[in-house]
């Protein structure tokens, strides 16, 4: 998780969204990650858990991550939830839970189902005060530079 908040700092400081992921194999290695890069890539699906799932494909050869990990440091969207399932990872790690559009409740139990073959596990909270301060932070500096009166534009 630590790596996944340096991934949303860097994201941050780029003007994403701060949001990191890391994928995790069954040893422990790190095979990939992501951070969010919507606005550079001018792509509404470069979010950090994407990236990081195709990453991870990539350099395993295969879509399936049965026995990974993915850590987050905000709750998944519905549209990253719903690749996360179809990933078919083994557990997802995520720290700051997301009020607004977070999956994990509603997207995140359909693999609970006792008619699914795939069962994934779900860890939140988990260096919830550092993810969620780097985002509240990092939405106050924009509420911020947006009401400035230097960010005012002169006629």
């Known amino acids: 998780m630590a790596r996944s908040l340096e991934l949303a700092e860097a994201a941050g400081a780029a003007g994403e969204v701060p949001v990191g992921a890391v994928i ?3 040893d422990g290695e790190l095979i990939a ?3 969010n890069r919507r606005e550079r890539d001018r792509d509404p699906t470069a979010h950090a858990e994407v990236l990081a799932l195709r990453a991870a494909g990539q350099v395993l050869q295969n879509w399936r991550l ?3 990990t993915l850590y987050v440091t905000l709750e998944p969207c519905p549209m990253c939830a719903g690749a996360i ?3 078919r990872l083994g557990l997802l790690v995520y720290g700051a839970d997301d009020p607004k559009t977070g999956a ?3 997207v995140m139990n359909l693999p609970d189902s006792t008619c699914s073959f795939h069962q994934l596990r779900v860890l939140g909270g988990i260096l919830e ?7 509240q932070d990092w939405f106050a500096e ?3 530079s947006r009401h400035s009166p230097n960010s005012a534009s002169t006629s």
């Open 104 to 106: 994990v409740r509603t």
């Open 66 to 68: 049965n026995e990974c």
């Open 129 to 135: 005060t550092p993810c969620r301060t780097q985002l």
């Open 33 to 35: 990650e992501g951070e």
């Open 85 to 87: 399932v179809q990933a």
């Open 142 to 144: 924009r509420r911020r």
């Open 24 to 26: 995790v194999g069954p």
